[in-house]
Nanobody
Framework: QMQLVESGGGLVQAGGSLRLSCAAS????????MGWFRQAPGKEREFVAG????????HYADSVKGRATISRDNAKNTASLQMYSLKPEDTALYYC?????????????????????WGQGTQVTVSS
């Protein structure tokens, strides 16, 4: 089992920034690709950003491209999502997730079904 714990969410005004963190334990963190997803009330969980085990491959949803940076530190077993220029439509519960190995295709990062382990989420609320 891998345990994932997110932190860093909160209430922020539009135009502000937040840094979300994900602390992992229980498995060899560097063996997993990591993803960030979000889910707003009444909506499906959607992909936000993904990163390969060695940070060599990064993917972003079009909705956050240019406003988010995903990173990881394998020595500290952490993954992060820095978000800038936040908009009210970014309001959601944000999850980090882990999938074993190196995804073969870009689209493999996008589907929640490909991730085995999930955190409980951290709430981000952006006020207008």
């Amino acid at each position: 089992q891998m345990q994932l714990v997110e932190s860093g969410g909160g209430l922020v005004q539009a135009g502000g920034s937040l840094r979300l963190s994900c602390a992992a334990s229980g498995r060899t963190f560097s063996s997993y690709a990591m993803g960030w997803f979000r889910q707003a009330p009444g909506k499906e969980r959607e992909f936000v950003a993904g990163i390969s085990w060695n940070s060599g491959i990064l993917h972003y949803a079009d909705s956050v491209k240019g406003r988010a940076t995903i990173s990881r530190d394998n020595a500290k077993n952490t993954a992060s999502l820095q978000m800038y220029s936040l908009k009210p439509e970014d309001t959601a519960l944000y999850y980090c997730a882990a999938q074993l190995g190196t995804p073969a295709y870009e689209t493999t990062y996008y589907s929640p079904a490909n991730y085995r382990y999930w955190g409980q989420g951290t709430q981000v609320t952006v006020s207008s």
